[in-house]
């Protein structure tokens, strides 16, 4: 049974997509997106502010997921160093999966999930640069919260500076928290899974999947739990204007497109004339042949000595007059 488009985008694409000009342009996003978190960083008090604002906001809205379960995932290594995994690498491996998934065996779709994907990133790299948050891991430990990636870095290829490799912290963005793209990723994923996976496991992991990432990134004190809202909220935004981006892309794809078969045009019609006026130039003025040369089978006319103009010349091939043929 064939799945229904993805209401608000138009999903079939118009061109063939090719894996050489698709991966250039992932690599090309995700670049800008890591070079964008690292030049915004922002000012370290502005964000230590920002992060104690969303505590505020969260106590006055009763929530508060993020002390429980850091303080669980801090006194059990056996759920500590399993999330602190999944927090630093599953981002990285699963999205990327999911879209060679989706270019592979949902081609017509991918287009479509490919952009709200890129959408959803640079509306959240606005939002980075707008409000730089610390972390709870990052403020003072009178908050209550434990760093478990530092605790437990010892377990992994990560130091203290969150899911970066050991010594290079100093290339990361820390205060890069709000919004939540662990999360937000983490959603585009469930819902890749959800309406393409075709079986129920695919359905459940698409369920499952940005659920246990929100624990994750809130016990491992990476991020409060309206990190992960604005996450999911960055998706919708980037989910709504897809089409428009669509729509815009495909406009640009053509204008050029039109450009290049009119030079194609120009070039050919060029070439044409270039060919007919070598033809012309062959040809001398006055359709003659030059001294010697004649057409296969050509007849000449030869007049005996005497004759009179108007006598009847003979045939080049055999010497017989032409009557006697």
Not at 201 to 225: D, E, R, S
Not at 260 to 289: F, P, Y
Request: aromatic share 10%; hydrophobic share 45%.
């Amino acid at each position: 049974m064939p799945h229904a488009e993805t209401p608000g985008i138009q999903a079939a694409p118009r061109s063939r997509l090719r894996w050489w000009t698709e991966l250039p342009l992932i690599v090309l996003v995700y670049a800008c997106y890591s070079a964008g978190r690292l030049l915004v960083a922002g000012d370290v008090n502005s964000a230590v502010d920002t992060g104690l604002a969303i505590l505020r906001i969260e106590k006055l809205l009763h929530l508060n997921a993020e002390h429980p379960l850091n303080r669980l995932f801090t006194s059990e290594p056996w759920l500590g160093v399993p999330a602190d995994f999944w927090y630093a690498s599953l981002h990285y491996l699963i999205t990327p999966l999911i879209l060679v998934w989706i270019f592979r065996s949902r081609a017509v779709h991918y287009r479509a999930a490919r952009t709200w994907l890129m959408t959803s990133t640079f509306i959240g790299l606005i939002g980075f640069t707008l409000l730089p948050t610390c972390p709870p891991r990052l403020l003072s430990p009178t908050h209550g919260f434990v760093d478990t990636m530092a605790q437990y870095s010892t377990y992994g290829w990560w130091g203290g500076d969150a899911s970066a490799p050991k010594g290079l912290g100093g290339l990361t963005n820390q205060y890069a928290a709000m919004p939540s793209l662990h999360c937000g990723w983490a959603l585009w994923c469930g819902v890749m899974l959800w309406r393409y996976g075709g079986n129920r496991l695919t359905k459940i992991a698409g369920v499952v999947y940005p659920l246990v990432t929100v624990i994750v990134v809130m016990g491992t004190a990476n991020h409060y739990f309206l990190d992960a809202v604005a996450g999911a909220a960055v998706m919708g935004a980037g989910f709504l204007l897809t089409p428009y981006v669509l729509r815009c892309a495909e406009r640009v794809r053509a204008r050029f497109e039109g450009r290049g078969s009119l030079i194609a045009a120009r070039s050919a019609k060029s070439a044409t004339e270039a060919s007919v006026t070598a033809q012309a130039s062959i040809v001398s003025g006055g359709c003659q042949t030059s001294a010697g040369e004649r057409f296969p089978r050509q007849r000449e006319s030869r007049f005996e000595p005497g004759a009179e103009p108007g006598a009847s010349p003979t045939d080049a091939g055999d010497g017989a007059p032409a009557t006697a043929r």
